[in-house]
């Protein structure tokens, strides 16, 4: 397998304030990688440094090889990083078929095969932004990244706010996209469980320094080392 991401000795944060610290990661092409820790340490920071949203201090990121460290966030989307925000940034006048659509880039991912993943996005497909449950605001959220046809999704807690029994839905769709479709993502939860289920490898953070790295079936196997880590299961 190919190298996708990668970050060498990265610090970066808002302004001048630095919240990562000489943070390292890499990431294969197809490749799963939970990001965990608690409130405030940095998850959100990391995926916002991938999409250069930040200020980066010092060290470089690599996409496909290709150092992008001063590369635009527009850039790097159509490069293929496939940003899905915490706050899923549904349009209260935009359908849900208006929200795919308009993001749409050539590829696999068509609205026949979104609809076919999300069966329920396309009974709900006429419905407005602001007529949508969490759960099917979440998954226009994931499926608006996929019409953009990524290489890599990067999902900043998903499951949030978001009742079991659909959370048991995306569970299984994730699961699908990684295995099924070979896609790369990197997961941010509270849940941590969930995140280590859904991938091959994870990382810990704690105030911004990469505290703790394995793969995710080892660490799901040690409750007592993740309840150090994140302090929530
Ligand atoms: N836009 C911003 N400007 C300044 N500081 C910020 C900004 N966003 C986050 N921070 C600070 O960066 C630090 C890390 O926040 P971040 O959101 O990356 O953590 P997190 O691990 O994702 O936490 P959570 O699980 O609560 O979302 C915090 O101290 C936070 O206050």
């Not at 490069?79 to 078929?97: I, K, N, Y």
């Not at 990067?154 to 706010?161: A, C, H, K, S, Y």
């Not at 070979?182 to 091959?200: D, F, P, S």
Request: net charge neutral; glycine share 10%.
């Amino acid at each position: 397998m190919s190298e996708l991401l990668r970050f060498h000795n990265v610090s970066a944060g808002y302004g001048d304030s630095i919240v990562l610290e000489n943070v390292s990661i890499s990431l294969e092409t197809g490749g799963s990688l939970a990001l965990l820790g608690r409130n405030g340490v940095g998850k959100t920071t990391l995926i916002m440094t991938l999409m250069g949203l930040t200020k980066l201090h010092s060290g470089e990121v690599f996409w496909q090889g290709k150092n992008i460290s001063s590369t635009s966030t527009y850039k790097r989307s159509l490069a293929g990083l496939g940003w899905v925000p915490q706050e899923r940034h549904m349009f209260p006048s935009l359908t849900v078929e208006e929200h795919l659509t308009v993001v749409a880039r050539p590829g696999k991912w068509d609205l026949q095969k979104i609809y076919g993943i999300f069966p329920r996005l396309k009974e709900r497909r006429a419905n407005m932004g602001n007529q949508l449950s969490g759960g099917e605001q979440q998954m226009v959220a994931i499926a608006r990244a996929l019409m953009t046809n990524p290489s890599l999704l990067l999902l900043d807690e998903p499951m949030e706010g978001l009742a079991p029994i659909i959370v048991q839905d995306l569970m299984q769709i994730i699961k699908g996209l990684v295995t099924d479709e070979g896609l790369a993502v990197i997961i941010v939860e509270q849940h941590a469980r969930l995140a280590l289920a859904l991938t091959k490898n994870m990382i810990a953070l704690d105030r911004g320094k990469v505290i703790y790295e394995s793969e995710s079936a080892s660490l799901l196997a040690d409750s007592a080392l993740l309840n150090r880590l994140v302090s929530v299961s």
